[in-house]
C-alpha cells in the first residue's frame, strides 16, 4: 500500500487518442489512486506513429489543446457539453468523476509547447548538461509572463521536471534556485545514456539518491 507516491505519465500523447477513452482511464486511475495522478501529455513527432492510428499529424497541436478542455469538462463528473473545432458533443455525464481536477504536465521543447505549459500546471523536460538548463527556465518563465491563465490545481505555483546529466549537489541547488521542483534522478540511464538495468539496480539507484539529497 502506498500513501504518498504520485503516479506521473511521461510522456503520453494526447493527440493519438480520442478524448472520451483518454478522460475515462484518468478519472478511474486518479479516483483509484486518491487523486495521486498527474497527465503528463505531449503532442509527439513521429508522424507514422499518427498515420497507424488514423490521426491528423498536422493537427496535433491544436487537437491537443482541446482535448485538453474536453478532459477537464469529462472528469469533472458533472452534467458538461462542448462545442469546438474538432470534437462536438451534447450535454453528457461521465462516472466517476474525480475528487478534484487532474494536474497536467505539458512535455515538449517548441515555443508551443512552452506556452501550453503555462496554462496548466507543469512542463516536462528531458536530460540536460547544467549548462543548457538557464535558457530553458528563461523560456519558461518569458512564456509565463506573457500568459494571462490561471493556473488551476497544482500544490505549488508551477512545477518544472528535468534530468541533469550532471548528479551533483551544487547542480542541484543552482536549478532548484532557478525554478526547478522535480528531477528524475536517472534510474532508467547511466552516465547521460540509456542502458537495459533491472528492477533491483532501479531500486537501489533511488535509495541512493534518496539518501544523498533528499533532507
Known amino acids: ?56 499529424y498536422h493537427t496535433r497541436g491544436k487537437r ?14 458533472r452534467m458538461v457539453e462542448f ?10 455525464m461521465m462516472s ?13 521543447h517548441s515555443k508551443a509547447a512552452f506556452r501550453r505549459a503555462v496554462k496548466h500546471n507543469g512542463w516536462l523536460g528531458l536530460r540536460y548538461q547544467p549548462d543548457e538548463i538557464p535558457a530553458i527556465i528563461a523560456s519558461l518563465k518569458a512564456a509565463r509572463n506573457a500568459s494571462n491563465e490561471v ?10 521536471w528535468l534530468a541533469p546529466l550532471v548528479q551533483e549537489e551544487s547542480v542541484y541547488n543552482e536549478i532548484e534556485a532557478m525554478g526547478v521542483t522535480m528531477v528524475n534522478g536517472a534510474n532508467f540511464f ?12 532501479k531500486k537501489q539507484r533511488m535509495e541512493n539518491f534518496a539518501n544523498r539529497f533528499l533532507k
Open 83 to 92: 462545442h469546438g473545432e474538432f470534437y462536438d458533443f451534447p450535454p453528457l
Open 1 to 56: 500500500e502506498t500513501r504518498n507516491l504520485r503516479f506521473l505519465t511521461t510522456v503520453y500523447v494526447l493527440p493519438m487518442r480520442d478524448p472520451f477513452s483518454v478522460a475515462k482511464s484518468i478519472s478511474t486511475a486518479a479516483y483509484m489512486s486518491d487523486d495521486r495522478l498527474v497527465l503528463g501529455v505531449g503532442v509527439g513527432w513521429q508522424k507514422t506513429e499518427f498515420e497507424l492510428t488514423g490521426q491528423n
Open 64 to 77: 491537443c489543446d482541446e482535448q485538453l478542455k474536453v478532459i477537464e469538462l469529462l472528469t469533472s463528473g
Open 96 to 108: 466517476p468523476g474525480t475528487h478534484k481536477p487532474v494536474p497536467v504536465f505539458i512535455g515538449g
Open 151 to 160: 493556473l488551476k490545481c497544482s500544490e505549488r505555483e508551477f512545477d518544472i
Open 190 to 201: 547511466v552516465d547521460g545514456k540509456v542502458v537495459p538495468t533491472t528492477l533491483d539496480f
